[in-house]
């Protein structure tokens, strides 16, 4: 059973990762907390002091490479990471009348949940790999199982996520590390509020926090959860391409695009 006591969390101010935050607070846990929004940090911060944790919040946006490599490279030699929960995400996608993404929010995504996913993980791998110790979580999603027709960028972002996820763990274990990806179904977040879709299985941040935590403490190469979307999900892409797509275009689904953009 590992028990991490330094834990550095991207997108804590919200939603799954806010609820992690909150499963690792306890005394003796020393937590540091990526998010942009300062009042919703603050909340986080303030809420996880409460339960006796020691915090640093950090005030970063992932998608800048130059302040996530010199503030991680601080606090990780102030204080080893012993796991980094690459989290910070966004979404965007196609309302029912659209056809295509614009390219703006295809790019400003990739930004987030590519970029940002490498900005916050490789500051911390040749560290990591010299001290032959330390957990790497990347959230994934059940999206990134196979390419569907209202989310196309996510789609592709979630994809890449989980193949270098994958690569990683062949490469770095060898080395004392551990990798792990959590493929997450629909959690109740402002993320999963802002889609109009059917949203089977749905669950709270908080359980979903339990899961991951659990799954992380057992060394778990993949948390992927609720099963029976993952076997679904799995599954389904064994089907002929083309009857996929078909039934995936009866669903109705209206993911709207993100007003974020490369800066
Ligand atoms: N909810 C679901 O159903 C679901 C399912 C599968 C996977 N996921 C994944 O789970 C992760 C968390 O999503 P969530 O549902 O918890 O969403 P959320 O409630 O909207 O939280 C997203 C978090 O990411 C942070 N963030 C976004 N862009 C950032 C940036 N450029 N720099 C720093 N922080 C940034 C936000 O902080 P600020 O607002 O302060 O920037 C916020 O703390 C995402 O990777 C998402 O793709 C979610």
């Given amino acids: 059973m590992r028990r991490p006591r330094s834990i550095l969390i991207t997108g804590a101010s919200s939603g799954i990762g806010r609820a992690l935050a909150l499963a690792y607070a306890e005394p003796g846990n020393r937590l540091k907390l990526v998010g942009r929004d300062e009042t919703r940090l603050a909340e986080t911060v303030a809420a996880l002091r409460a339960k006796g944790a020691d915090v640093v919040p950090m005030r970063l946006d992932v998608r800048d490479r130059e302040a996530m490599s010199v503030a991680i490279a601080a606090v990780d030699k102030d204080d080893p990471i012993d796991l980094v929960i690459a989290n910070a995400g966004i979404t965007t996608g196609l309302a029912p009348h659209q056809d295509i993404e614009a390219p703006e929010a295809v790019r400003a995504l990739l930004a987030t949940n590519l970029f940002g996913v490498l900005n916050t993980v490789e500051p911390l791998l040749e560290p990591m790999r010299a001290r032959g110790t330390g957990q790497i979580a990347f959230i994934g999603s059940m999206a990134g199982l196979r390419g569907l027709p209202y989310s196309p960028a996510y789609c592709m972002s979630k994809a890449a996520v989980h193949a270098y996820a994958d690569s990683l763990r062949g490469r770095l274990e060898p080395h004392g590390l551990t990798i792990c990806l959590a493929i997450v179904g629909f959690v109740k977040t402002p993320l999963n509020d802002s889609i109009t879709a059917m949203k089977p299985f749905e669950i709270s941040d908080t359980a979903a926090a339990k899961i991951i935590k659990d799954g992380l403490a057992a060394g778990k190469a ?42």
């Fill in 222 to 263: 993949t948390i992927a959860f609720p099963w029976l979307l993952y076997v679904a999900a799995s599954l389904g892409r064994f089907l002929p391409a083309r009857l996929y797509d078909r039934i995936m275009a009866r669903i109705e689904a209206n993911v709207p695009e993100t007003n974020e953009r490369v800066r």
